[in-house]
């Protein structure tokens, strides 16, 4: 098994605990990992991505070549759209519809989620909305993973575990609201 | 022995607090910072109290670092590569002096300049220092890299490079774990006069220096971090360094690739391999990161009709990152791409934070500055140096740490007015003071700004050595107090400030204006570990 996966979204919107939940259930099966993470001038308010590859052998590059990512997983709609050039043509383009706008020129919405319905494996679903309904609203990274789970190559009690592990250290209450956002990310991208 | 998973950074850490490390000096820098960052965080070493506060600045950390090697202990330099010109001087000499206790320079290097000023290699300076480098390819290498470095630093007596870049730094992988080894007992160097670089020793020590070098090859050669895999088909070989050496077997691994490949993590270049593939086969590919360094030592090294490629003759990109799709188009290989980006995609720059003080600092120089048009600003390395993106436009340069007050300086004592200069606190003390102090000197007509936010912003947050005490220094620097004024940069401040700035501008003499505000990322950080 093999899953190149590029995380995308602004910085500080939560990708690198997307990547930290997958890492977790990749180690904990045994597999091997190499995630490519975005430090310093950049997250400020930029554009960030992480490169997240997973194989049951050796993995030597630790960026995915263009044209064989499996799967864009974006926490913004515009955002999953800026990696295009790494997907393969039968990747899956899984994005968050509400857009983080904080640049004069963003543009028209509708013409954002047009390009992303072009993709025949795709997931446009509003996790921010689907967050806050389940009263969980900073758990928006974890909803749009769910939606994501089904694509991953783990079960979705496999990626349940790993949030128990990651977050256990904070509390029941808090594994509890992720777990909770999980599912109904995975629901609402079935 | 254990499996975690590692930053490349964090692997470094790991391996150099296993490998009995007993100080670690060093200065934020990306993408090296997270190496001290991860030691400070480390449970083990806070239990040994192993060195890990910050320096004020990449020289000193080179030099506590020469200090500790003297003292035969196990200790690790670490920076970013332009912070090693400013630890250059140290450095160079360092390799004249050598080292007593294992001594690893580790300095990460940025191609394509993410979040730097240039894209120099490292690798350039390790041999112009007659030292060897280790270039890991990977974070299980990072690891390794430690434990071999301190041998081989002990074994010759010379500092040891480890180079390291952005995508190896900042990128996780399993790294399995050795068992811990203890840290070296104080010891003093055998030769007492080893660290006296009076030129009648330094001509000695370099007469040593020289003809080492062919010993340090050997130990290229014999090195496992260096590896020659033969193959028939000599109408190509490839010499493939760091993380050069991943994209070519991410190419490659899956095909009968039957063509020589000499992977090099270890210089100087092992010249036993390198001259057999450079007189076996007809063309040679130099796949590496960052300068074509290799490629233009090979010119070097045999004469004959063997083609180099590499970065020089177009083979690859002359300048920033590689990836995998460039060493494949090298290669012959066929290419993958998905799909164009849409046009429409903005690009995002990166932005001072809402509610950043910087913003409320730049909008009153900008409003001070309004009717002197040929007034200019002076800025430096920081998180305020997107003052110079709209809306804001306020600063004119930036050259490099500390720059700000002695370019303002220059350009005062050129005819410049009102000559502003900009820097942030943490900048001020890693190498703005000497600068201040030429200001003082000379009684130069300029204002310096040092925006206080009370951290080292742009990396992070981490601490500084100078913390608390900026008054204090501008006054023993001899900056008159009626002249060191503080202000606070807030938008109900701001017209009071505005006032400040103008009063200051129209001294003619050297004044000090400190906006202090902490920085919204870390005051968020404090009260959120508050809760």
């Known amino acids: ?190 | 022995m254990k499996k975690i998973l590692l930053l490349g950074d964090e692997a470094l850490a790991q391996g150099a607090i296993d490998a009995g490390i007993s100080g670690f000096f060093g200065y934020p820098g990306t993408p090296s910072t997270e190496i001290i960052e991860y030691v400070q965080k480390n449970k083990v070493a806070i239990e040994k109290d192993i060195h890990r506060t910050w320096a004020s600045n990449e020289k000193t950390a080179m030099e506590e670092a020469v200090g500790m090697s003297y003292a035969g202990k196990r200790t690790m330099a670490t920076m970013k590569h332009v912070g090693l010109n400013v630890a250059a001087d140290p450095f160079m000499n360092s390799a004249m002096t050598g080292a007593n206790g294992g001594l690893i320079v580790a300095v990460a290097d940025d191609p394509s300049m993410h979040s730097s000023q240039n894209e120099q290699d490292s690798r350039v300076f390790a041999n112009f220092a007659l030292i060897p480098c280790i270039e890991p390819s990977n974070q299980q290498e990072c690891y390794e890299a430690v434990f071999y470095g301190f041998e081989l630093s002990e074994k010759f007596k010379l500092p040891v490079m480890v180079r390291l870049e952005t995508r190896l730094s900042h990128s996780r992988s399993g790294v399995v774990t050795k068992e811990m080894q203890a840290e070296n007992k104080l010891s003093f160097p055998d030769d007492p006069n080893q660290f006296m670089l009076l030129p009648a020793f330094s001509r000695m020590k370099y007469d040593k220096l020289v003809p080492l070098q062919a010993q340090l090859e050997k130990a290229s050669e014999e090195s496992p971090f260096n590896k020659y895999v033969d193959g028939p088909d000599k109408t190509l070989g490839i010499i493939a360094c760091g993380l050069g050496y991943n994209y070519l077997m991410e190419n490659v691994r899956k095909l009968d690739f039957k063509h020589p490949i000499l992977k090099v993590s270890q210089y100087p270049l092992p010249r036993k391999q390198v001259e057999k593939i450079m007189k076996e086969c007809d063309q040679v590919l130099v796949i590496e990161e960052g300068m074509p360094v290799v490629e233009q030592q090979l010119k070097g090294f045999v004469s004959g009709n063997t083609k180099i490629k590499g970065r020089l003759d177009g083979s690859l990109p002359r300048v920033g990152e590689l990836n995998p799709n460039h060493v494949a188009k090298a290669l012959g290989l066929p290419n993958t791409f998905g799909e164009e980006k849409p046009d429409f995609i903005s690009n995002r720059p990166p932005a001072l934070c809402v509610g950043c003080p910087h913003i409320d600092s730049y909008k009153a120089i900008n409003e001070a500055l309004k009717e002197t048009p040929n007034g200019r600003v002076f800025s430096d390395i920081g998180c305020y140096t997107l003052g110079f993106l709209p809306p804001y436009n306020a600063i004119n340069t930036c050259l490099d740490m500390g720059a700000s007050i002695t370019m303002a300086k220059g350009a005062s004592d050129a005819g410049i007015h009102p000559a502003i200069a900009v820097i942030g606190d943490s900048t001020f003390f890693h190498s703005g003071i000497t600068g201040l102090m030429d200001c003082v000197f000379d009684k130069n007509n300029l204002v310096v700004v040092i925006l206080d936010n009370s951290t080292t912003g742009m990396t992070g947050g981490q601490d500084y050595t100078g913390f608390g005490r900026i008054e204090a220094v501008c006054k023993g620097l001899g900056v008159e107090e009626e002249h060191i004024r503080v202000i606070t940069p807030l938008p109900k401040q701001h017209q009071e400030n505005v006032q400040v700035f103008l009063e200051e501008i129209a001294y003619n003499g050297v004044s000090v204006i400190i906006p202090r505000r902490e920085c919204v990322q870390t005051l968020k950080k404090k009260l959120k570990s508050r809760r």
């Open chain 1, 1 to 190: 098994m093999k899953k190149d996966i590029i995380l995308a979204g602004v910085g500080g919107q939560g990708i690198l605990t997307i990547a930290t939940v997958i890492g977790q259930a990749a180690v904990s099966s045994n597999m091997f990992l190499k995630q490519a993470e975005v430090h310093g001038m950049s997250q400020r308010g930029g554009d960030v991505q992480s490169h997240l590859r997973i194989s049951d052998q050796e993995i030597f590059s630790d960026l995915i070549p263009m044209g064989q990512a499996d799967l864009i997983l974006s926490v913004e709609p515009m955002e999953s759209l800026r990696y295009l050039p790494y997907l393969n043509e039968n990747g899956w383009l899984i994005a968050n519809a509400t857009p983080f706008v904080n640049i004069p020129n963003y543009p028209e919405k509708e013409e954002v989620y047009n390009k992303i319905k072009t993709y025949k494996n795709h997931v446009l679903i509003d996790a921010d909305a689907i967050a806050k309904e389940i009263g969980s609203a900073r758990s928006m990274n974890m909803v749009i993973l769910g939606a994501a789970v089904k694509t991953l190559g783990f079960s979705l009690e496999q990626i349940e575990n790993s949030i128990k592990e990651i977050f256990g250290k904070k509390g029941d209450a808090i594994v509890e609201a992720n777990i909770k956002a999980l599912r109904a990310g995975f629901e609402a991208g079935k």
